[in-house]
Nanobody, 129 residues
Framework: HVQLVESGGGSVQVGGSLRLSCVAS????????MGWFRQAPGKEREGVAAIDSDGSTSYADSVKGRFTISKDNAKNTVYLQMNTLEPEDTAMYYC????????????????????????WGQGTQVTVS
């Protein structure tokens, strides 16, 4: 069973940057596809970026070129570097593990959440104004 704890959120001005971290315990992230998701007030939770066990990545169109997902298996940590932040990026950001990149991509296209992402953190708030 994996426990995930996010950090790094905060308030930032438009055009600014933040780096989110997700520290895992209970198992190694190298076994899983790890993803970042977000949920804005009144909206459904949506996928932002994911990184598979082999390092392959996928991004939502809205963040391509601005956000970068990475991981450090030795630290059991996943990161989300967010640059050129926009007010539309304001949301609670969640780290999740499980599933695979194919399902993540499919959910990006169809809406909803990918199946089998069974492990979730509590979230970290990002506010851009």
């Amino acid at each position: 069973h994996v426990q995930l704890v996010e950090s790094g959120g905060g308030s930032v001005q438009v055009g600014g940057s933040l780096r989110l971290s997700c520290v895992a315990s209970g198992d190694t992230i190298g076994r899983y596809c790890m993803g970042w998701f977000r949920q804005a007030p009144g909206k459904e939770r949506e996928g932002v970026a994911a990184i598979d066990s082999d390092g392959s990545t996928s991004y939502a169109d809205s963040v391509k070129g601005r956000f970068t997902i990475s991981k450090d298996n030795a630290k059991n940590t996943v990161y989300l570097q967010m640059n050129t932040l926009e007010p539309e990026d304001t949301a609670m950001y969640y780290c999740a593990g499980g599933g695979n990149l194919k399902d993540f991509d499919q959910a990006l296209g169809e809406g909803g959440l990918p199946r089998d992402f069974n492990y979730w953190g509590q979230g970290t708030q990002v506010t851009v104004s």
